[in-house]
């Protein structure tokens, strides 16, 4: 079963971030690309008005080079995600006393979609280079809380049996909003319309990679299971 189960994770992450990494270098990547433009041209942005007498060029300021290794960089990341992602789904749907099919497997997608992505995101956006951001240590903290609380919130309501376990689950889903994100001041030379889109294609991308996830863990966990019985 462990080996199963790993094994479902691995192809399926794998499946599941090349087809993103695609998607994500003909939708996003674009938009990423022209946001950093306005860093670079920022003509407000005078090095020699700033005196940081202990700033050096090092390895902080690397960043992958365009195109391929940008992609593979990218891919890289998208893979340890899927099937980190991946393994999550596949414990859920070993605990599945019906038989798993590719529509239980979407549904936990969604689910994660929801925790890891949607609830998130209703605080903290997606933001592209050179717009503002909160203190980090701050959003590391509100970020995971969302996370943990969406996710107890989650299973409280669909899974608890008595009325007050799903009160509590909606409340749970709600207080991490009630609490607030920390979030950024200052101006940004980011046009907002190319922000929004951004946000919005970030977040259906990573609605169709949870999508994508669920389908190929539930397919290939299932297959698997039958090709051991056949045994």
Known sequence: MVFRMFATALVAGLLAAVLITGLQALITTPMILQAESYEITDPTHDHGAHDHGDHEHGPADWSPAEGTERMLYTLLANVGAGVGFALLLVVGLSFEKASVGTGR??????????????????????????????????????????????????????????????????????????????????????????????????????AVFWVMIGYFSSLIFARMGRNSAEA
Not at 164 to 189: F, N, T
């Open 105 to 206: 497997g979407i549904l936990w997608g969604i689910a994660g979609f929801a925790v890891f992505t949607l609830a998130p995101n209703l605080g903290l956006p997606p933001e592209l280079p050179g717009m503002p951001a909160g203190d980090l240590t701050a959003r590391q903290i509100w970020w995971l809380a969302t996370i943990l609380l969406s996710a107890a919130g989650l299973g409280a309501t669909v899974f608890g049996k008595a009325s007050i376990i799903k009160v509590l689950g909606l409340v749970l889903l709600v207080l991490p909003h009630v609490w607030g994100a920390p979030h950024g001041v200052g101006d940004s030379e980011v046009p907002a319309e190319l922000a929004a889109r951004f946000t919005a294609a970030t977040i259906v991308l990573s």
